[in-house]
């Protein structure tokens, strides 16, 4: 299960109080960390979104200019749950510090660079925990950035060969 928490920083580069979102063990859908071009999205523009289960973090959301939007029920029966699209951009802008992804692995976590992230595309994730930083973007419009991961992911048949 997901859990969703909301921490307050200060940006001191623009005097404001932000609010932080820490999602732990999100289920990551629509992804596209290697920025491929698509229906919904231009070259290079790399992004991804989380499931929001929990309907009254989903509407606190929207209500502060979070682009949260309702995903279609798979059956008549079903709850009603919620998805926020985050960026991923290796850019620094202004004083912010850069965005990090971190691999964890038995005994060692691996930085994620630039080049090695598309692999998140198609790997099976088995538990993640992000820090999502707003970016207000119009008034009252915020757009979600990546600002910190931690993921584990399924290791594959051979990642044996190179222990030991």
Same mark, same amino acid.
Request: net charge negative; charged share 30%; proline share 3%.
């Given at each position: 299960? #997901? ?14 109080? @932000?609010?932080?979102?820490? #999602?732990?063990?999100? =289920?990551?859908?629509?992804r ?14 790399? !992004?991804?979104?989380?499931?929001? /289960?929990d309907? /009254?973090?989903?509407?606190?959301? %929207? =209500?502060?200019? +979070?682009?949260?939007?309702?995903? %279609? #029920?798979?059956? &008549?029966?079903? =709850? ?8 991923? !951009?290796?850019? %620094?802008?202004?004083?912010i510090?850069? $965005? ?6 038995? @005994?060692?976590?691996?930085?994620? /660079? &630039? *080049?090695?992230?598309? $692999?998140? *595309?198609?790997?099976?994730?088995t538990? !993640?925990?992000?820090?999502? %930083?707003?970016? @207000? +973007? ?5 757009? #979600?950035?990546?600002? =910190? ?5 399924? *290791? !594959?048949?051979? *990642?044996?060969r190179?222990? /030991?």
């Open positions: 299960m #997901a859990k969703f928490d909301i921490i307050r920083k200060e940006n001191h580069r623009r005097n404001v109080v @932000e609010n932080y979102i820490i #999602a732990e063990d999100a =289920e990551i859908i629509f596209n960390f290697a920025g491929a071009a698509g229906k919904y999205n231009d070259e290079g523009d790399r !992004s991804f979104s989380i499931v929001i /289960d309907k /009254d973090f989903a509407m606190m959301l %929207r =209500e502060q200019g +979070w682009n949260v939007r309702q995903l %279609r #029920a798979r059956d &008549e029966y079903e =709850e009603p749950s919620y998805s926020l699209q985050i960026a991923v !951009s290796y850019r %620094r802008i202004g004083g510090k850069p $965005m990090e992804i971190m691999l964890l692995k038995p @005994e060692v976590a691996i930085l994620v /660079d &630039e *080049d090695m992230v598309a $692999m998140l *595309d198609y790997a099976t994730i538990y !993640s925990k992000l820090v999502i %930083r707003p970016r @207000e +973007w119009e008034p009252g419009k915020i757009k #979600a950035y990546l600002s =910190e991961m931690d993921v584990q992911i399924e *290791d !594959s048949i051979l *990642d044996h190179y222990q /030991d």
